[in-house]
Structure formats: C-alpha cells, structure tokens
C-alpha cells in the first residue's frame, strides 16, 4: 500500500521561503513520477510542480516558475518542494502526487487525472 505523507507547511510572511517534503511508503519513490498540487479556499486544485521518474526532468505552473523548485531524493524516498519569494496568494493546501512510470520516463505529468496516488495535504499561509 502505497502513502505519501506531506510535511513542511506553516505560515510565513511575504517575501519567505518554505520547503515542503513528501515522504512514500510502501514502494521506493524512484518508481514515480511525482508532483505537487495546491487548493485555495473556494478554488480548484492546481498544478504546481512536477517531476519525472528518470532524468530528473521538471516543469512548474507560471505562477511559481523561478519561484518553486522541485527535486527528489531517491535514496531517502522523498520529494521535496522549495518555495522562494512567497506571495499571499500562495496560501492553500499543498498536496504530494505520485504516479507509477516506465523506468527510463523523462515524462512530467501536470493532469490531476494522471496521478494515481495522493497524501493528504500540508497548509502553507502566507500572510503578515
């Protein structure tokens, strides 16, 4: 059985940095291509990062490219999320995906649909 467990989130001002981590169980997380989603309050769930299995290829929503980076730790099963030059509206809930892949994928995914399995979030506010 495959988990995903955020953690990292808290509250910060305008202009901080959090570093989110997503920890897997139940299978090592180079068999994934993972990625990170966020929900504000009254909106829908949005791509934030992703990253694929192999290569360590990565893509970023417009809104964080320059800001957020992605990269994984293969060896500790993590996954981690490095936000720069945070804004107010960044506040949401943080989720970790993941998505089994073929071995040699240089694929990143950015579909909701195309992830497989979800951890249960990490609050990130950003306010003064």
């Known amino acids: 059985q495959v988990q995903l467990v955020e953690s990292g989130g808290g509250l910060v001002q305008p202009g901080g940095s959090l570093r989110l981590s997503c920890a897997t169980s139940?299978?090592?997380?180079?068999?994934?291509?993972m990625g990170w989603f966020r929900q504000a309050p009254g909106k829908e769930r949005e791509f934030v990062a992703g990253?694929?299995?192999?290569?360590?290829?990565?893509g970023t929503a417009d809104s964080v490219t320059g800001r957020f980076t992605i990269s994984r730790d293969n060896a500790k099963n993590t996954v981690s999320l490095q936000m720069n030059s945070l804004k107010p509206e960044d506040t949401a809930v943080y989720y970790c995906?993941?998505?089994?892949?073929?071995?040699?994928?240089?694929?990143?995914?950015?579909?909701?649909?195309?992830?497989?399995?979800w951890g249960q979030g990490t609050q990130v506010t950003v306010s003064s």
């Open positions: 995906a993941a998505r089994t892949a073929n071995y040699a994928s240089s694929t990143v995914y950015y579909q909701q649909t195309e992830y497989g399995y």
């Open positions: 139940g299978r090592a997380a180079s068999a994934f291509a």
């Open positions: 990253i694929s299995r192999a290569a360590g290829l990565t």
